[in-house]
């Protein structure tokens, strides 16, 4: 299968985001193709794409799959976090693609493998969305935005930090503010 180089580059950063500096192999390529070309997406279909990037993970679905991410610690393993993984893929026509993605990493559904399938995933959503997708985004933004989310609970903020530091991605950044300012979920600081 031939990829773009839009496809290489992301999936190569988004494996250096998690330490692994190296090229894509061709079956991570060939999964996130796949995986991006989707309709819909699934729970099996994540449960297939991690397979391919994590092999030793596993949807936490069985009591006792806890994880514990930093001094995050996502919600017990068992039965509910599929549940939780469906009612997410489920909402996410309601959901920007930053609401999705930050629900996602919060819920932690696998033993490992959570960044990597999350930005497929937030990818997938990006696209799906009628929006376009930058390598150079992701690089400068991805942690910065989601531990704003995470620990302070302000995207907006976040958004409007990084409209002062790069002029660049004003475009992308407005809109993501005003997606969720008119969501209703978050504020305006």
Same mark, same amino acid.
């Given at each position: 299968m031939t990829h773009t180089l839009e496809t290489v580059q992301f999936v190569k950063e988004s494996n250096n985001i998690e330490g692994i500096h190296r090229d894509p192999t061709e079956e991570e390529l060939d999964q996130f193709d796949l995986f991006t070309e989707r309709a819909d997406v699934t729970v099996d279909n994540l449960v297939e794409f991690v397979s391919i990037y994590q092999p030793d993970a596993k949807l936490r679905d069985t009591v006792g799959d806890n994880v514990t991410v930093g001094r995050h610690r996502p919600m017990p393993g068992g039965p509910d976090v599929k549940d939780a993984l469906q009612n997410l893929l489920d909402d996410m026509a309601n959901l920007t693609p930053f609401? %999705?993605? %930050? %629900? #996602?990493?919060?819920?932690?559904?696998f033993t490992d493998g959570n960044g990597r399938s999350g930005r497929a995933l937030w990818y997938w959503h990006? &696209?799906?969305?009628?929006? $376009? &997708?930058?390598?150079? $985004?992701?690089?400068?933004? #991805? #942690? +910065?935005? *989601?531990?704003? @989310? =995470? &620990?302070?609970?302000? %995207? &907006?903020?976040?958004?409007? *930090?990084? *409209? +002062? =530091?790069?002029? @660049?991605?004003?475009?992308?950044?407005t809109e993501l503010v005003d997606q969720l300012v008119e969501s209703g979920k978050v504020k305006k600081c």
């Open positions: 609401q %999705a993605h %930050a %629900a #996602y990493e919060l819920l932690h559904p990006m &696209v799906d969305s009628g929006k $376009f &997708v930058t390598l150079s $985004f992701l690089h400068h933004y #991805y #942690y +910065q935005a *989601l531990d704003n @989310a =995470r &620990v302070a609970g302000n %995207a &907006v903020g976040t958004a409007e *930090l990084m *409209l +002062q =530091r790069d002029e @660049a991605h004003n475009k992308q950044i």
